[in-house]
């Protein structure tokens, strides 16, 4: 019964004429500051509604210095991050940015509060903005 009202809702989304933004997020979980740091995490996944894929430059937020697209790899039996220079999301598919994978850093909070807010760039196009509260530690 859960798959046919699922397969319901869905026909009848695809039906209602809303056009779908190009670039969705969910499960947004940015991770509070600790105490004495002034960088957190981000994880989330994006999904792309278009038919092209779409190639993310860079991430901004009004409450820190710098946010940077990174990866965690293993070297030498070590984990370490390194910035990557995009994220391509594949057109009808999504991209996961996790913990031990592909993620964003916020470096440098220069706000204080309860909420953030993320801006997801292709170039000079702003594809979407993201306001969230900070998830507890």
């Not at 030498?76 to 999301?89: A, F, G, N, Y």
């Not at 993620?103 to 204080?112: A, F, I, Y």
Request: proline share 5%; aromatic share 4%; net charge negative.
């Amino acid at each position: 019964k859960y798959i046919l009202l699922v397969s319901i809702l869905a026909a009848f989304a695809a039906c209602s004429g809303d056009p779908q933004p190009p670039l969705v997020a969910s499960d947004v979980i940015v991770m509070e500051t600790m105490p004495g740091m002034n960088m957190t995490a981000a994880y989330m996944t994006l999904t792309n509604n278009s038919e092209d894929d779409i190639r993310i430059t860079h991430v901004t937020s009004p409450g820190f210095a710098s946010v940077e697209l990174h990866e965690t790899v293993i070297e030498d039996d070590v984990s370490r991050m390194r910035k990557v220079p995009e994220l391509i999301v594949p057109a009808a598919g999504s991209a996961t940015l996790e913990r031990g994978g592909m993620h964003l850093m916020l470096m440098r909070q220069t706000g204080d509060g309860e909420a953030v807010s993320l801006q997801i760039w292709s170039g000079d196009a702003m594809l979407l903005t993201i306001d969230t509260s900070y998830t507890k530690r």
